[in-house]
């Protein structure tokens, strides 16, 4: 990351904000994450085999360092999770990062089945030599809240099911958009001679996160409540991240010569009640034509906006305050561009916030990975 935006992290973006267990009034670090950590050590001294899931576009600040030690003593998988929101050129380095580290790592999506099946087929040989001679083999699934650990847990379940022949139908895993759904490890068992379960358990952060990047990019891909940090700052920390990459640089091609196609620009058509609902995966049903006109046209305008003000900018985004004052121009943007009324400051700033940041994390903005590759050899896992 260019050293523009580590200033502004330092200096404006967060100010005297901590990620310590002790710090504020808001409490990240809840009672029954550590005791789960607890139960999680003395489970992985007990399994055969750990699948850590991490976050596919922060595929280093999504690891619990706390750890780390433990698991890299034991066979291990990293499965990058949710790759269809990051970029792939850039995950394909990261997955020859880590096998170059002597990693086994595997990039999917934890709601597909052919994707999920590849982790499988991977756990199976990576347990080959083991399955001769163990009647009962265990598979643990870690990683810090909202990575997507329950979401594969099922989809495992799933696919088990209709290759093994299992007696019992047992729970699914409880699956939720918000850090901290699952609260205690379950077993569920998907295949017999031998015998094989795998455990789940709860997402868990370290104790304290001294580095602030990391810390804010957990919180922007949703492993950390946003009331942690709050959304106005999540929100200038992604635009500073697009900023000194010069990504709205690149949205050009999506809407050039759009301005002579009437059709194409949201308001030539009725627009429906707009809400920040319309901007999230809809499993139940397929949204009617014109929400999805309507949407694609806020997400067209959010990028036109950013490159517009990007483009236009005659400052230096190296230096931290040129960078403050284009965030705040873009801000002035974003609210026309996701049409959020007039209303007091903070409130409309608020509101401009969150839904940027749902745009970001539905993939809507386009794929991305927030942690950079490391350019040298010492060891990252």
Same mark, same amino acid.
Request: aromatic content about 6%.
């Given at each position: ?22 710090? @504020? ?9 550590a005791a789960a950590t607890r139960a999680i050590r003395s ?8 699948? $850590?899931?991490?976050?596919? =576009? &922060? ?6 360092? /706390? ?8 066979? =291990? ?65 870690? @990683?810090?809240?909202?990575? @997507? ?13 209709? =290759? ?20 205690? &490890? ?10 094989? +379960? ?32 709050? $959304? ?20 050009? +091609?999506?809407? $050039?010569?759009?301005?002579?196609? @009437? ?5 030539? &058509? ?30 067209? $305008? ?11 900018? /005659?400052?230096?985004?190296? /230096? ?40 970001? =994390? ?20």
């Amino acid at each position: 990351m260019v050293m523009g935006l580590k200033k502004v992290v330092k200096k404006g973006l967060i100010g005297d904000m901590s990620f310590a267990k002790e710090a @504020g009034a808001i409490n990240w670090f809840p009672g029954h994450m550590a005791a789960a950590t607890r139960a999680i050590r003395s489970r992985l001294k007990l399994s055969d085999l750990v699948i $850590e899931v991490r976050d596919a =576009r &922060i595929p280093l600040s999504s690891a619990n360092e /706390d750890l780390q030690p433990q698991l890299s003593a034991k066979r =291990r998988i990293i499965a990058l999770n949710k790759k269809d929101l990051a970029n792939p050129n850039v995950l394909n380095k990261w997955t020859r990062h880590f096998e170059s580290e002597k990693q086994d790592c595997v990039a999917i999506n934890a709601h597909s089945r052919s994707s999920v099946k590849k982790l499988l087929d991977l756990v199976e040989f990576k347990l080959k030599e083991v399955i001769a001679r163990e009647p009962t083999l265990l598979v643990m699934v870690v @990683g810090v809240p909202n990575v @997507g650990k329950s979401a594969l847990i099922n989809s495992v379940h799933q696919i088990a099911a209709t =290759r093994f022949p299992v007696k019992d139908r047992l729970k699914r895993a409880t699956v939720g958009p918000l850090p901290g759904v699952t609260q205690d &490890i379950a077993g569920f068992k998907i295949a017999h001679r031998p015998s094989i +379960y795998v455990l789940d358990s709860p997402g868990v952060l370290v104790p304290s996160i001294p580095d602030i990047e990391t810390g804010l990019k957990l919180a922007l891909s949703g492993s950390v409540k946003d009331s942690v940090v709050g $959304e106005e700052r999540l929100a200038q920390y992604f635009l500073a991240i697009l900023n000194t990459r010069g990504t709205p640089l690149h949205w050009k +091609y999506l809407f $050039e010569g759009r301005n002579n196609e @009437g059709s194409s620009h949201p308001d030539s &058509i009725d627009k429906p009640s707009y809400n920040l609902k319309d901007l999230r995966h809809q499993r139940s049903k397929q949204p009617d034509s014109s929400a999805v006109h309507y949407v694609g046209g806020v997400i067209s $305008e959010v990028q036109r906006s950013l490159y517009t003000t990007l483009s236009e900018f /005659d400052g230096d985004i190296e /230096d931290e305050n040129d960078l403050e004052c284009l965030i705040e121009q873009q801000f002035e943007a974003l609210q026309k561009a996701l049409k959020v009324s007039t209303r007091a400051s903070s409130e409309a700033r608020l509101m401009v916030s969150k839904k940027f940041l749902t745009l970001f =994390r539905t993939g809507r903005l386009g794929p991305f990975i927030l942690d950079d590759v490391p350019e040298t050899d010492e060891p990252s896992l």
